[in-house]
């Protein structure tokens, strides 16, 4: 028998966490025959969502309204993906697997742990960085009914903690000709969106190496 699978996720938002449940939905569905999806759409900050007709869009859009007439008749699911930062994991199935792109610096806050600890039996997660900072941050914290100081808490040794990279593109390089008139030139690779700080970072630029 197929297993229900419920994905929270931003499905239809522009947003790295956009790619990283659109790449997750499209998993599942090359497995069909093991799992029945389902899936409920939750927005991500402040970003855009797709416009495009597309077949994708059509079937993500199907599988929502499938969600909310099966919720409607009191449906349950046998387990849950909900793709986004730890401290939104819930409780919503027997079996609760989380999939954030994590942490870029080198430690994660004690309320992520905690969520990870105590609402998910899985924690997916997309670099090897992402993954040693999870399992290697601990934090002395205080036990409510004791007092007593508990040094070295962090995620739980038995819970899994996997790595899934984004996919790639394997393609030629292109050369690039830009004829520079300068002798000190700097490179960046960014969106020029609210979350990047473009401004900034040229403003920052400028003034760093103005001499």
């Known amino acids: ?9 931003p499905a239809l938002s522009r947003s790295g966490y956009g790619e990283q449940s659109r790449f997750a939905l499209r998993a599942l569905r090359s497995r069909e025959d093991v799992f029945d999806i389902y899936a409920i759409n ?35 699911f046998d387990a849950s ?11 919503i199935a027997p079996y609760n697997v989380g999939y954030t792109a994590g942490i870029e610096t080198t430690k994660v806050a004690p309320e992520w742990i905690e969520k990870c600890n105590t609402v998910i039996q899985r924690l997916v997660t997309i670099s090897a960085h992402s993954r040693d900072v999870f399992r290697n941050t601990k934090y002395t ?21 996997e790595v899934v990279n984004y996919p790639t593109r394997l393609t030629e390089p292109e050369p690039v000709d830009i004829q520079f008139t300068t002798t000190n030139n700097f490179l960046v690779v960014s969106q020029w969106g609210p979350r990047k700080n473009m401004e900034n970072t040229i403003k920052w630029f400028a003034e760093t190496f103005k001499d």
């Open 42 to 76: 939750i927005p991500w900050g402040k970003t855009g969502m797709l416009m495009e007709n597309t077949e994708e869009r059509q079937w993500i859009d199907s599988l929502m309204l499938k969600t909310q007439m099966y919720t409607q008749n009191g449906g349950t």
């Open 141 to 161: 914290v205080t036990n409510g009914e004791t007092g007593e100081d508990v040094p070295n808490w962090g995620l739980h040794p038995d819970l899994p903690v």
């Open 81 to 91: 993906l909900q793709i986004t930062i730890p401290n939104e994991f819930e409780a």
């Open 1 to 9: 028998m197929r297993k229900k699978i419920l994905v929270k996720a």
